[in-house]
Nanobody, 119 residues
Framework: EVQLVESGGGLVQPGGSLRLSCAASGFTFSSSYMSWFRQAPGKERERVASIHSFGSTTYSDSVKGRFTISRYNAKNTLYLQMNSLKVEDTAIYYC?????????????WGQGTQVTVSS
């Protein structure tokens, strides 16, 4: 059974930090292209960050310089370190995987974890 389980969301003040985790199982994580997406009420789903199997990363302009995506293949875990958080970062964050490695289409999705940035 394929599973992607996000954790680490919560309430944080503007300027604060949070680290999200995604535990993967049921597929070959180490060779998969992995991404974090987010969606806020009334807004389109946005790809926040991605990481290739070999470690290359990409970020949306809105989070570049503040967020860092990483992976630990030995634990089948994906991370998103979020620093200097803004109110605009409030959203449900989803972990997604492309086992084919292209990153164009994500076959597997997690259930999401809520991140709320508020003073």
């Amino acid at each position: 059974e394929v599973q992607l389980v996000e954790s680490g969301g919560g309430l944080v003040q503007p300027g604060g930090s949070l680290r999200l985790s995604c535990a993967a199982s049921g597929f070959t994580f180490s060779s998969s292209y992995m991404s974090w997406f987010r969606q806020a009420p009334g807004k389109e789903r946005e790809r926040v960050a991605s990481i290739h199997s070999f470690g290359s990363t990409t970020y949306s302009d809105s989070v570049k310089g503040r967020f860092t995506i990483s992976r630990y293949n030995a634990k089948n875990t994906l991370y998103l370190q979020m620093n200097s958080l803004k109110v605009e970062d409030t959203a449900i964050y989803y972990c997604a995987a492309d086992p084919g490695g292209s990153g164009i289409w994500h076959n597997y999705w997690g259930q999401g974890t809520q991140v709320t940035v508020s003073s």
